[in-house]
């Protein structure tokens, strides 16, 4: 683990991979210490904020490298199955043509992994979900970006998937939608957490237009 300042009140983790990185966020998280602000994880880093009227960089360093030793609590998430419409994603055929596989075969090989929740950014509750099947890698983001993405819409890049929870522009490649809430700002509402685990289902066009846009709720 390597540590460097972000900052003046927050210390960036760089971890040896993801697992190590959400061991070590849930155990800072779970340590409760009054003076930690926020345990931000991205793959394999993670961002602690503190409050610099209580402590100082070189405090929370050696409480850092305590924890990354300390027992490893378990970093198992949520999980949820996410209904997706891969008729409705304007991108799917061009991913399916550049990887050689027909549409049936993009959608076949999206919902047979159950992806984890990395990280959490670039928009409110926006969930950078990985990793893609060998497959479906590899794609490059759109030449030119939409300008706006509707919510919902399940895009890849890279070895990377992910859903768009509000309207935004976005250059990722579109091969569906899902008709879920999963992220509602006036009611503090954020579907997804980092360590979560995703599997998108497929449903027709007539089943999307049919289902009731609420809120995501887990499995187990």
Request: proline share 10%; net charge negative.
């Amino acid at each position: 683990m390597r540590l460097t300042p972000l900052g003046d009140q927050a210390v960036l983790a760089y971890c040896d991979d993801e697992a190590a990185a959400a061991r070590l966020a849930l155990s800072a998280r779970n340590d409760q210490q009054d003076w930690l602000v926020d345990v931000v994880p991205a793959y394999a880093s993670v961002a602690f904020f503190f409050d610099g009227t209580k402590t100082r960089y070189r405090d929370v360093v050696p409480w850092l490298e305590r924890s990354s030793t300390a027992p490893s609590p378990s970093v198992a998430g949520r999980s949820f199955v996410i209904p997706c419409c891969y008729e409705l994603g304007p991108d799917l055929q061009l991913v399916a043509e550049a990887r050689n596989l027909t549409t049936a075969e993009v959608i076949r090989l999206h919902t047979s992994i159950e992806y984890t929740v990395f990280a959490i950014g670039f928009c409110p509750g926006f969930p950078y979900l990985g990793y893609l099947p060998a497959e479906l890698s590899d794609m490059p983001r759109l030449p030119s970006p939409r300008l706006r993405v509707e919510p919902g819409s399940v895009g890849l890049t890279g070895r990377q998937t992910g859903i768009y929870p509000l309207p935004r522009p976005g250059g990722w490649n579109l091969i569906g939608r899902t008709p879920l809430t999963l992220v509602d700002l006036n009611q503090g509402y954020f579907a997804l957490s980092p360590g979560d685990r995703v599997q998108f289902q497929p449903i027709s066009a007539k089943e999307f237009e049919a289902t009731f846009a609420g809120p995501l709720t887990a499995n187990r």
